[in-house]
């Protein structure tokens, strides 16, 4: 009998270009996105070393990071932005690389039109200049950030070099109650882990509460791999994946379906399959999830008070601890419960699919916003706007005092225009609490979609549950 | 790539821990289409005050370390996004050695990729720097990337791990793409028998 291997080392090993004593692995990609932000530098590259692009189709370019979501053009845009956009067309153009732009009907932040269009599969390894790209696990691929330079590598070889990470099973038992969701699930793990407790790692989640997930809330507890520093985070495929991804216009048609749900069909871990480590997660009991500090492990439940400095032993820890609650003007041990919030944005990779549309819109139907609260909505893609549109979800937005916007990362990394005024408070879907990552200044409170329009309704930090 | 091969430098102390690409870099600087001008960026919100003024107590600011080459960091440095603006801009303001008890992966790739050396220390090391960063804030380390060392001012010798693969690569100055690139025998045959 052959040895049981995890999902993980099946496709680690089917990818396998080369393996070296005395070097990182060479592993060949599938699939390579790429953006406007973490591009120009290796397209500058190639030209200067008289490079092409060895495998442009299975290269795709789209813009998201740095563009508008007021208009469908570039004219609310920053001259600096309007360069780089530019710039990235010409790039995408001249080196044969299939682009969604602007104006076209299939564009969307990078994570979400992957899967969106089928290209995203179970089996493949597939990269992107953007540490995000653990979402794509979601289909029981390797996929995973990568810098700059390694970007130029891809492009040009369609190969990374790669050291060996080790693997880390992430069982997940029990129920979600309702009101909880697959963020609050990630959000969870990250706090009993950290920020850095999944560095050198490769999750595979698992576990009843993770098969009842459907693939947009599996993305999601994906998406959010990195924030525990895990290299990526993945989920065996199984008739979800497949009922998902049927028809997509780039999945495979006809025979080839069938010919590809065969081989995806081995591709779950083997039975007695080892790992490097596992942690479990109860979920049965959790509540909807809120972070209160400066890094995404920095998470409670919404019932929770603050933590307090004075009980961190750890010197560094309580130094980190109290550097945050300053930052976030908290008191230590009080509520966050019913702290006042001013912005709520729902969108970005993590929670800007139809499912968090539809579970915001479920919230905020007949209702105000709270005064004073400004509230963003901003679709991962322009299909997803339209569908959206299509189920009035648009309207009640609007209705409530919101913000329909058009589809792109918007107020996750506050590039584009969207951003927190300094000292603001926001519930945000998206995945980072950083320093001023949603504008200098600005606070943010990580949350889900339910928690984050029941927040904009009250106009403080609510548990979604009192507003079902 | 720039080699790197040894370096001798006072220690720019940053004891904060997970030290984030946000703040190494923050967004607003990431428009840029080439690598210059980002140590403009760098700690941007760190290092100025909310009227743009330079914050005279963050250590860039100061004098004392001003031309100093090692940014001594608290753990789990680096983690957050996979922008390489953030090796990019800590190069560009003179920074060629990070110490830390650990690195986020995607950023320790980016460093070494790029010449910077991301030196992993014990938690007791660390803890000495810092004080020795406080108490005699322009003493100098030594350190050499053949050896692998790291040398205190009173001489104590720490050796650190690095890859060989790596560590060749920043002592030559050599661009991992060529490396890659000589194999593209075998990834046209790969390719070949996938289709
Ligand atoms: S939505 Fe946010 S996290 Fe996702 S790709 Fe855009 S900027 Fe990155």
Redesign the interface.
């Known amino acids: 009998m052959t040895q049981p291997k995890t999902l993980f080392e099946k496709i680690w090993e089917s990818h396998l270009?080369?393996e070296s004593d005395?070097?990182?692995s060479?592993l060949?990609i599938d699939l390579h996105l790429v953006h406007e932000?973490?591009s120009?530098?290796a397209f500058?590259?190639l030209r200067e070393?008289g490079?092409k692009v060895?495998r442009p189709e299975r290269t795709i370019g789209t813009m998201d990071?740095?563009i508008p979501t007021l208009s469908l053009d570039l004219e609310t845009a920053?001259a600096?932005?309007i360069?780089?956009l530019e710039?990235f067309e010409k790039n995408c153009d001249q080196f044969g690389v299939q682009f969604y732009g602007m104006d076209s009907p299939n564009r969307g932040i990078v994570h979400v039109i992957g899967p969106e269009q089928g290209f995203t599969q179970p089996g493949q390894t597939i990269v992107c200049?953007?540490?995000h790209t653990s979402t794509h696990g979601a289909f029981g691929a390797l996929a995973f950030?990568?810098?700059?330079?390694?970007v130029?590598?891809v492009l040009?070889?369609?190969?990374?070099?790669q050291?060996r990470?080790k693997t880390c099973l992430v069982k997940f038992e029990g129920k979600l109650q309702p009101g909880v969701t697959a963020k609050d699930m990630i959000l969870a793990l990250n706090a009993k882990i950290g920020?850095?407790g999944g560095?050198?790692y490769v999750f595979e989640y698992a576990g009843e509460a993770i098969r009842a997930l459907n693939m947009e809330e599996r993305m999601t507890l994906c998406n959010m791999s990195?924030e525990a520093?895990a290299?990526a985070g993945m989920v065996a495929p199984d008739d979800v994946t497949f009922d998902y991804l049927k028809g997509r216009p780039y999945a495979p048609q006809g025979e080839a379906w069938d010919a590809a749900v065969t081989k995806w069909r081995k591709l779950p871990s083997d039975k007695g399959a080892e790992y490097d480590k596992t942690i479990n997660v109860d979920v049965e009991n959790l509540e909807p999830m809120v972070t209160f500090g400066t890094?995404p492990g920095m998470g409670i439940q919404v019932s929770e008070a603050v933590p307090s400095p004075n009980n961190e032993r750890d010197a560094?820890?309580q130094?980190?601890l109290q550097?945050a609650l300053d930052y976030m003007d908290l008191v230590p041990a009080s509520n966050l419960k019913g702290h006042t919030v001013n912005v709520v944005f729902i969108g970005s990779c993590t929670n800007s699919r139809m499912s968090d549309l539809r579970a915001a819109a479920s919230i905020l139907k007949g209702r105000k916003v709270a005064e004073g609260m400004r509230l963003l909505v901003v679709p991962g893609s322009e299909n997803i706007r339209k569908e959206a549109e299509a189920e009035g979800i648009d309207k009640i937005v609007r209705d409530a005092g919101g913000e329909w916007r058009f589809a792109g990362c918007s107020m996750c990394?506050?590039?584009n225009g969207d951003n927190l005024e300094?000292g603001q408070y926001a519930v945000s879907t998206s995945n980072?609490n950083?320093?001023?990552?949603q504008g200098?200044?600005g606070r943010t409170f990580l949350a889900s979609p339910l928690t984050a329009a029941a927040s904009a309704i009250t106009g403080k930090v609510t548990d979604p549950r009192e507003l079902m | 790539m720039k080699s790197f091969t040894k370096l001798t430098s006072k220690i720019i102390p940053l004891?904060?821990?997970?030290v984030?690409t946000?703040?190494i870099i923050?967004?607003?600087y990431?428009?840029?289409?080439?690598?210059s001008g980002l140590a403009e960026g760098l700690f941007d919100?760190w290092r100025r005050l909310?009227d743009g003024s330079p914050n005279p107590d963050f250590p860039l600011n100061q004098d004392e370390y001003q031309g100093a080459q090692v940014l001594l960091a608290?753990?789990?440095f680096g983690?957050?996004?996979?922008?390489?603006?953030a090796p990019w801009a800590l190069m560009g303001w003179g920074i060629n050695v990070v110490i830390s008890t650990?690195f986020?992966?995607?950023f320790r790739?980016?460093a070494l990729?790029?010449g910077l050396l991301p030196i992993v220390v014990s938690e007791e090391i660390q803890t000495s720097l810092f004080d020795l960063s406080e108490e005699a804030p322009t003493a100098t380390v030594d350190i050499n990337l053949e050896t692998q060392t790291l040398t205190l001012p009173d001489g104590t010798q720490v050796s650190f791990e690095i890859?060989?693969?790596s560590k060749t690569c920043m002592l030559e100055g050599i661009d991992?793409?060529g490396?890659?690139?000589k194999?593209?025998e075998?990834?046209a045959a790969?390719?070949e028998a996938r289709a």
């Open positions: 270009v080369a005395d070097a990182p060479i060949y932000v973490t120009p530098q500058s590259g070393k490079l060895r990071h740095s920053d600096m932005a360069q780089q710039q200049g953007d540490s950030g990568i810098g700059t330079s390694e130029e590598h040009a070889s369609q190969s990374l070099l050291n990470p920020i850095g560095t050198g990195i520093g290299r890094n560094a820890k130094s980190a550097k990394i506050a590039m300094p980072r950083f320093e001023g990552r200098k200044g | 004891p904060n821990t997970d984030d946000d703040q923050p967004a607003r990431l428009k840029v289409i080439d690598k919100s909310e608290g753990d789990n983690c957050g996004s996979s922008r390489e603006h650990s986020a992966d995607i790739g980016n990729k790029n890859d060989t693969f991992q793409l490396y890659l690139l194999h593209d075998q990834i790969f390719e």
